[in-house]
């Protein structure tokens, strides 16, 4: 079946940019812009080549390669319940768990104002923002909501606004406090949207967390703990 680009985007859950970078890997000629509309034999092509990576990421998730010792004492010693939630979540994780398509530091040096206070955006940030197509958000965690959206981040609806947009750096286990931190804070790289009982369980299961940093460290080489780096 002939599919535009921008759709298999929706389809498989990736920027429509991610996409076309694959089909013009892929050397398909038709893949030109994200509206191009691809042949039967060209979607076909496309859509096997973007199973494989969704398989390669769920691999990935259950894989026990780069765990380090703290990671394999959590893995031995965690519930059979939060287990099998975390199982669930590796069949699947684009039904839990939405990426950020790059690592990059929106703001330095802002970090998660206190009782409910507004943010004051660099001009620069401003418009960079602006040529993106996004508005300023002053709210305690707008300025990370908006690095993961300028990131090309998918925020998935629930309620009024969408999954929680969620630090997985969260000042347990010996991360460092993202909210506090001003190289963090608004760092896409250590930014997920969370399905609401995906977020839960994050900040529940110290296991989930550690699956979630090497996840940024596999995705973006990002390691501010130093831990995957060196792991086996």
């Not at 894989?63 to 319940?81: G, H, K, Y």
Request: charge should be neutral; aromatic fraction near 10%; glycine fraction near 8%.
């Amino acid at each position: 079946m002939a599919k535009r680009i921008f759709d298999i985007a929706k389809e498989f859950g990736l920027h429509p940019k991610v996409i076309l970078a694959k089909a013009k890997e892929l050397h398909i000629a038709q893949a030109k812009v994200v509206s191009s509309l691809l042949d039967d034999g060209n979607t076909l092509q496309l859509e096997v080549e973007l199973n494989k990576i969704k398989a390669q990421q769920m691999n990935s998730c259950l894989s026990t390669e780069l765990w380090p010792d703290r990671m394999q004492e959590l893995n031995a010693s965690v519930f059979n319940t939060e287990r099998a939630a975390i199982q669930s979540i590796c069949a699947d994780p684009a039904q839990f768990f939405q990426w950020p398509q790059v690592g990059v530091l929106l703001w330095p040096g802002c970090v998660r104002t206190q009782n409910d206070g507004e943010h004051n955006y660099p001009e620069e940030v401003m418009l960079y923002l602006g040529r993106l197509g996004l508005k300023s958000d002053t709210r305690t965690n707008g300025p990370a909501i908006l690095s993961f959206l300028a990131a090309g981040g998918k925020r998935p609806n629930w309620g009024n606004e969408g999954w929680p947009i969620h630090h997985i750096f969260d000042g347990t286990d010996g991360s460092p406090h993202a909210i506090r931190d001003g190289n963090l804070f608004t760092h896409s790289a250590g930014l997920v949207a969370a399905h609401p009982i995906a977020h839960h369980l994050a900040h529940q299961s110290a296991l989930l967390k550690w699956l979630l940093w090497r996840e940024a460290f596999l995705r973006f080489g990002f390691d501010p703990i130093g831990v995957f780096k060196n792991a086996k």
